[in-house]
């Protein structure tokens, strides 16, 4: 079994070879993230993003390799989660052309499962994970050894504000999806900077995992009397300066005051990241959160061709991206004012 762990274009394997040239072919695989473009080739690596609601894609190289019909079963393996849905797949007959066939279905959800025939493919064929922009992507287990397998690079996890969300500039507040770029907005150590950039980023909710891609709530006065101002609602891997150091939201999760939004529109939604001149803290709803900084990935953002790609350096601040790493002294702290706000709402 071998298990990639998406982070970036970073790929980790382990528990087994994830590279098997002319392996086996019959294949079962355990995605426990969805989004991914799931393609078939012999000796030919090439990139095949998916195509908005095309979720999946096989290809070969010649017409031989897929002739006739597949029948490709998605079955659902974690039945506690409510998004999840089975779906079973058929490839069209393949005849002549690129070598590329589209599944007309997509599938909603976490943990799936997919089962391919070895009498449908050639020799040598195997699976070959390509990027697809609007998707998210993390963990893949493939349960068999699988003939000459490359992985492509992949997308992160969105790093953005949500909607609404109220950005200090030089005027007051205003909401983030309406900052220009040339607005000047008030750093948490009192400056005015410029907006160079206003990024956007689809979610579609059809085809990632919740608990990896919907935002997290910091409810009002969670960190501090009035900060935030009002709820604020990030993406789990946007980080926030509390005390000298930048915590991402996701590792901040308590359950009460801080948690992960659990139902989001199912037709998708937008998030929203500033990018300044240098990698500054701005303040969102009286928080001092980050700017947007390249490791984020701009190339996932829809208006990612409206500006150039600066390189800019990352603020010098540690960074805490695991509930794990977080101190004892903060969570403490963090749950005596969650304690304190709900005895506040009785």
Known sequence: MAIFDFQGGDVTGTGGQYNV?????????VFTEQGISFSFTSDTIAEVP?????????????????QGVVTVSVVDTDASQSFLK?????????????????????VTGGKTTFTLPSTTFSSGIGPFVAADANAEYNKITF??????????????TPSCFMPGTMITTEHGETPVEDLQAGDLVRTADGRLTPVTWLGQQMI??????PAKVNPVCIRAGTLAENVPLRDLY????????INGTLYNAGALVNGT????????PRDGFSYYHVETEAHELLLAEGVAAETFIDYAGRDSFINAQDTRKNQIAEMSLPRVSAARLVP??????LLARADGLSRKAA
């Open 21 to 29: 040239v002319n392996g086996t072919t019959h294949t079962s695989t």
């Open 50 to 66: 998916g195509n908005g609601g095309n979720a999946f894609t096989f290809l070969g190289s010649s017409a031989t390799d897929l």
């Open 86 to 106: 089975s779906v079973s797949i058929s490839l069209a007959s393949y005849g002549s052309g690129s070598g590329v066939i589209v599944l007309s279905n997509t």
């Open 143 to 156: 349960t068999a050894n699988n003939g000459f397998m490359t992985v492509a690079s992949v997308s992160g």
């Open 204 to 209: 579609d909710t059809r085809l990632t995992h």
């Open 234 to 241: 990030l993406s789990g891997d946007h980080a926030i300066a």
């Open 257 to 264: 005051t801080i948690y992960r939004v659990r139902d989001m």
């Open 328 to 333: 004892e002294g903060l969570r403490d702290t």
